[in-house]
């Protein structure tokens, strides 16, 4: 606690002072440009990732970047995605998973958690669709790679979750909103983001060409090269450089050219 106290003298002793005039502007209204879902998971800082202003990105976070489907449940991410669209006029909405995400492991084990912990059991019920599509697709798979792949899946779950709200169908029938998946790796910070023409993960700034809309990311990494080449089932990088250092070749194999489904 002492230092979160240091801390909040220094914002109102430094920051604050440097930054009144925002915060005079913003005390009449928000106007966040983009919808930010993601984890409950201290090592995800939605603002630090994207470099992100004060009043930028209206946040829901919470365990497993869930998203639970229309009507399954009463609680404040329904509500929050309503009142993000409907009031505050939002038209992009990014949903992030990350690595070594603890709901992802607990989704893999989810009968445990029934008398441990019956209310991240029930939470975790939201991500089914995500649990039994890897359990019926992936079987063959262990470990780590599991784990990435589950990652991967659940947010492009979650889109499609995301897509059953009224609020967001209307909108997309309008053209009026676009929505994103990124994964995020703590350790290296690499930011992938779903491509649903190719069904693919991509290096974010390699969808920029081919679409308006902003992905609030810029790097200088190269782009990923395409899962298929010379008929190969196989992701063969021109240079070591070309895949995350945190991803196997046989990893990026499974999540770029898309699930099985």
Wanted: proline share 6%; glycine share 8%.
């Amino acid at each position: 606690m002492r230092k979160l106290l240091k801390g909040l003298h220094k914002f109102q002793s430094s920051y604050f002072p440097a930054n009144q005039e925002i915060f005079e502007q913003l005390a009449e209204g928000q106007k966040p440009r983009v919808l930010f879902i993601t984890c409950s998971d201290s090592r995800i800082v939605p603002h630090l990732i994207t470099q992100s202003g004060v009043g930028e990105l209206f946040v829901i976070r919470n365990a497993g970047n869930l998203v639970p489907p229309f009507g399954a449940a009463n609680g404040g991410e329904g509500a929050a995605i309503e009142y993000a669209i409907h009031v505050l006029g939002i038209e992009q909405v990014i949903i992030c998973g990350h690595s070594n995400c603890g709901a992802m492991k607990g989704l893999l084990k989810l009968e445990k958690l029934r008398t441990e912990m019956p209310l991240v059991y029930e939470w975790l019920q939201h991500a089914e669709s995500t649990r039994r599509l890897i359990q019926e697709n992936y079987a063959d798979i262990k470990g780590e790679e599991l784990m990435t792949i589950t990652m991967a899946e659940n947010v492009v779950t979650q889109i499609e979750n995301l897509k059953t709200y009224p609020v967001i169908r209307s909108k997309l029938h309008q053209n009026k909103m676009s929505i994103y998946g990124w994964i995020f790796d703590i350790e290296s910070g690499e930011v992938l983001a779903y491509n649903p023409e190719t069904d693919e993960f991509e290096v974010p700034q390699t969808l920029l060409a081919s679409t308006p809309t902003e992905h609030f990311v810029h790097t200088d990494a190269p782009p990923i090269p395409s899962a298929y080449q010379n008929g190969s089932q196989q992701v063969k990088p021109k240079n070591a450089g070309d895949l995350p250092s945190w991803m196997s070749p046989e990893q990026a194999d499974r999540i770029y050219r898309g699930s099985t489904r």
